[in-house]
C-alpha cells in the first residue's frame, strides 16, 4: 500500500501526543485514590467502578482517529483489473528436436495440448494468433477471436529443421502491429508468449528481437521446454536436444515478460495457465481511502453506542 498525499500523516503525530496526555492523566488521577484511609468502609460506600471498561471509549475514539487521518492521506493499493481487449501470439518451435519423447507422449503433441487449452482459457474478446518457427517462421494464424481457426492452426504444426527463435518473435512482432495498425492509437496491448525446446540457429539473433520488441513495448514470455535428456535420432544415431534455458530468459528479461520452465505435459499446462492469468489482467492503482473512512465511522458507532451503555453519557 501507499499514500497519494503522505504529509498528511504526520497529523498522527497529534493522536501520539494526545494519548500521552491521557495516560498522564490516568496516573494522576490514581495517585490520588488512596486519600481515604478507611478502605473498608470505602469499598462499601463508593460505587462501582467500571475497571478497564472505563478506558475503552478513549481507546476506540483515538484508533477512529487514527482511521480518519489515514484515510485523508489517501491510500492507495494495487488492484488486478480485468483487461477489455488483447492481442496475444503464440509462437511455438517446430524444430525437429519438438519429436523427443522425454515429454509424453512427444514434446510437440504436449505442447499442442497444452496451447490448445491456453488458447481456449483466455477472455473472448482477446485476438490471438499463431507462429510457427524452425528454420524460418510462419505467421499461421492471424491475430482473431475465432478460437476454432486457432485451434485448427495448433492441430496443422509440423516439424522442421533448425531452430529460428529470433525469427519467431520478430513475427510475432509484425503480426501485432499489422492488426493494431487498423486501430490506431486505440490499438490495444500486445504480448508475444514464445515456446521453444532448443538454441536458436538461424535467421536473426534473440538479443536482435528482443531489441525491436522492447522498442514496440511488447513483453516476450518465455517457456524453456523439455529436459536436459531429450534425444533424438537421425539414421539412427542419436542427438542429445537439451533445452536453452538461460537464453529464454534472457529474451524475456530484457523485454519486461516472464520466464517458465517446463519439464512435462502438467507442468506446461499449468505454465499457460499462470500467463494466461497474467495476461488477463492488468494491476492499477486506486485509492481505498473509503474502506479507512468507512471503518472510522463504524467505530465512532461503536464508541458511541458503548459509551451510552456502560456510562449514559457520549465520550
Known amino acids: 500500500m501507499s499514500f497519494l498525499a503522505p504529509f498528511r500523516l504526520l497529523f498522527l503525530i497529534a493522536l501520539l501526543l494526545f494519548l500521552g496526555v491521557y ?6 488521577r490514581s495517585r490520588y485514590a488512596v486519600r481515604f484511609t478507611n478502605l473498608a ?3 462499601k460506600v463508593a460505587p462501582a467502578r467500571p ?12 484508533l477512529m482517529l487514527g482511521l480518519f487521518v489515514t484515510g485523508f492521506a489517501r491510500p492507495a493499493a494495487d488492484v488486478r483489473v480485468p483487461r477489455e481487449q488483447a492481442t496475444i501470439m503464440v509462437a511455438v518451435d517446430v524444430s525437429s528436436s519438438m519429436e523427443a519423447t ?9 505442447a499442442k495440448r497444452a496451447a490448445r487449452s491456453f488458447v481456449d482459457a483466455l477472455p473472448a474478446r482477446f485476438n490471438v494468433g499463431l507462429v510457427a518457427f524452425s528454420g524460418t517462421a510462419t505467421v499461421t494464424v492471424p491475430p482473431t477471436t475465432d478460437r476454432a481457426a ?7 504444426l509440423s516439424l522442421g529443421p533448425r531452430t529460428a527463435i529470433g525469427e519467431g518473435v520478430i513475427a510475432s512482432l509484425e503480426a501485432i502491429a ?4 487498423q486501430f490506431g492509437e486505440a490499438a490495444p496491448p500486445g504480448r508475444v508468449v ?16 528482443a531489441r525491436r520488441a522492447s522498442d514496440a513495448r511488447v513483453p516476450v514470455s518465455t517457456i524453456a521446454y523439455g529436459t536436459a535428456e531429450g534425444v533424438i535420432y537421425q ?3 542419436p542427438i542429445r536436444v537439451p533445452v536453452d534455458g538461460p537464453a529464454l530468459e534472457t529474451l524475456a528479461q530484457d523485454t519486461g515478460g516472464r520466464f517458465y520452465e517446463a519439464a512435462t505435459g502438467n507442468e506446461l499446462r499449468q505454465v499457460y495457465e499462470d500467463i494466461g492469468s497474467s495476461i488477463g489482467y492488468r494491476v492499477e492503482q486506486r485509492e481505498v481511502w473509503a474502506w479507512f473512512v468507512a471503518a472510522g465511522l463504524i467505530l465512532a458507532c461503536a464508541t458511541a453506542g458503548t459509551s451510552l451503555l456502560w456510562f449514559s453519557r457520549l465520550p
Not at 486457432?150 to 496443422?156: A, E, L
Not at 499489422?178 to 495498425?181: I, K, L, S
Open 23 to 28: 495516560v498522564v492523566m490516568q496516573l494522576r
Open 41 to 43: 468502609l470505602l469499598e
Open 51 to 62: 475497571g478497564w471498561r472505563r478506558h475503552l471509549p478513549a481507546a476506540a475514539f483515538l
Open 102 to 110: 522425454d515429454v509424453e507422449p512427444d514434446r510437440l503433441m504436449a
Open 150 to 156: 486457432m485451434r485448427s492452426g495448433v492441430d496443422r
Open 178 to 181: 499489422t492488426f493494431g495498425a
Open 194 to 209: 514464445l515456446l521453444s525446446d532448443g538454441t536458436n540457429t538461424a535467421g536473426r539473433s534473440p538479443a536482435e528481437a
Open 235 to 237: 539414421n539412427g544415431t
